[in-house]
């Protein structure tokens, strides 16, 4: 069983709405990494974290989402304003060195 | 940049069957290998993983072997099992670089008939 838990499990917006979930990461694991996984099965790799700080992201993540791992708090990835392309599975991993270890991922809805 | 191919999008074999699926890769660094499995609801887990070159990885029945002279990691398992129906990702994390994130292929559905 997964020891990433992530929030909510399913999540339904309407378009221009903010979405926002969030995932708490096995303990003792510093590298945090979002996914969005489309309809087709394919990953698309959108930000890591080690602690606290931004290791790499893709442009789209810097322009229209925005993502946080506070100390002592769930990380936390949120769209700023839906589209119907965002419609996907985002899937939270932790990892202590090079594997790594998937929550159950936010299946997220935008109508 | 650094690439990960598997060509077969479904397979579907029948029980006890021998399974083979694709996977090549492509990168100028170091790479770690990995297969990962998603059953049907939820995430990805890591089947098996091999870091030095000409190495074997085995978990569960299922084996990969790092080939670095034709760059391919397929997974292949003797007799499947109806149990083994799910996404196989095969997928690379550069040694050489600590802030990568790992680069998956776009997954192979397996699909077994008892």
């Known amino acids: 069983n997964s020891k990433v838990i992530q929030t909510p499990r399913y999540l339904v917006k309407g378009q221009g709405q903010k979405a926002k979930m969030r995932c708490i990461p096995e303990?003792?694991?510093?590298?945090v990494f979002w996914y969005q996984q489309n309809k087709n099965n394919e990953f698309k790799f959108l930000i890591n974290?080690?602690?606290?700080?931004?290791?790499?992201q893709i442009d789209m993540t810097e322009k229209r989402f925005s993502a946080e791992c506070p100390s002592n708090s769930p990380c936390s990835l949120e769209i700023q304003s839906s589209e119907a392309g965002d419609s996907a599975l985002y899937l939270c991993?932790?990892?202590?060195?090079?594997?790594?270890?998937f929550g159950h991922g936010t299946k997220l809805s935008v109508l | 940049g650094d690439s990960v191919i598997q060509m077969q999008g479904q397979v579907t074999l029948s029980e006890n069957d021998f399974l083979f699926i694709n996977c090549t890769y492509s990168?100028?660094?170091?790479?770690?290998l990995f297969w990962y499995v998603q059953y049907s609801g939820e995430g990805p887990q890591l089947l098996l993983q091999v870091t030095t070159a000409n190495n074997k990885g085995s978990s569960r029945g299922f084996e990969a072997t790092y080939d670095k002279g034709t760059t391919s990691f397929h997974l292949q398992k003797t007799s499947v099992q109806e149990i083994d129906s799910a996404v196989y990702y095969c997928a690379m994390r550069d040694q050489s670089d600590n802030n990568n994130a790992p680069r998956f292929g776009a997954g192979t559905k397996l699909s077994v008939k008892p």
């Open positions: 303990k003792g694991h510093p590298v």
């Open positions: 974290f080690q602690n606290q700080e931004v290791l790499q």
């Open positions: 990168t100028t660094g170091y790479p770690t």
């Open positions: 991993a932790s990892s202590p060195h090079e594997r790594l270890f």
